[in-house]
């Protein structure tokens, strides 16, 4: 049987030591702004939106391997300092991302679970998900623009009426989701996926005025790791969900909390929440 072509983008605008695997395929984001970095694909080849890496962040590294990639059965998205921790201990109830020292990370070998195996139970791998005392749709206008967020849901009405409820149910009426942009899946669920998504941003990037902000001019990014919630459970997808580890120069213990104290905050975040709807 022919062993399946599994890629893993790793992003990264700047040169940093990564980790290795046959899987990883180190993507250099926005390329078309930036010398070349050694041992990274650039993003600014074929059909590609590299220019554009200042507000679609990650995507652009994104789009360039849905444009260009050939013969490829399973796909990913990881960040330079952004990986699956798919070894941590009770998975499942940790903290969405945990902080780890780079030189310790490097050090130890980088090993995926049989993704075959998991992907016959399970469609995709998503991060751990946050929750907040609010619903994603509020977050969203705490920490960003919020005449942005009605312009997309406005779009969304317009190009897929259908995804409306979806969008209504995982946006505005529950408070939490999987962040970071980061996924693993089939090609033909990612092919579906960035058909859906790029249609959806390319339209707002005609309505928006993208922020002068660096912050906020990352909109497409923002938005996109929103999306992909709504994505997942319009078509009812099996999700396997793992932490993240966060490779830091200047990583101290004290910055992870104990699960039972993450634990703890989730549980005050939901009953602020319930409270807040009552």
Request: charged share 25%; hydrophobic share 35%; net charge neutral.
């Amino acid at each position: 049987m022919k062993k399946p072509c599994v890629k893993i983008l790793i992003c990264a605008h700047k040169e940093v030591e990564l980790p290795k695997h046959d899987y990883f395929l180190p993507v250099q984001a926005g390329a078309e702004s930036h010398e070349p970095i050694s041992g990274f694909v650039p993003d600014n080849t074929g059909d590609n939106i590299s220019i554009k890496n200042k507000s679609y962040c990650e995507l652009t590294c994104h789009y360039w391997a849905w444009k260009n990639l050939k013969n490829v059965d399973v796909i990913g998205l990881n960040h330079y300092r952004r990986y699956f921790d798919f070894h941590s201990a009770l998975s499942q109830i940790a903290p969405d991302r945990r902080f780890a020292d780079v030189k310790s990370f490097l050090d130890t070998p980088y090993q995926f679970p049989d993704l075959e195996s998991l992907f016959s139970k399970y469609d995709i791998i998503l991060p751990n998900t946050r929750n907040y005392s609010y619903s994603m749709a509020t977050q969203y206008a705490v920490y960003h623009i919020v005449d942005d967020w009605r312009i997309l849901k406005d779009i969304i009405r317009e190009l897929s009426p259908e995804y409306i409820p979806t969008f209504e149910k995982t946006m505005e009426q529950r408070n939490y989701s999987s962040n970071y942009n980061m996924f693993i899946t089939r090609w033909n669920l990612f092919d579906e996926y960035s058909e859906w998504l790029f249609k959806v941003l390319f339209e707002v990037e005609k309505r928006c005025k993208i922020s002068s902000y660096d912050v906020q001019a990352r909109i497409f990014g923002y938005m996109s790791e929103r999306l992909i919630n709504v994505f997942c459970e319009y078509h009812h997808l099996r999700i396997k969900h793992y932490p993240l580890v966060v490779p830091i120069d200047d990583f101290q213990p004290w910055m992870n909390p104990s699960v039972l104290k993450y634990n703890y905050w989730k549980f005050k975040n939901n009953l602020a929440y319930i409270i807040s709807k009552s």
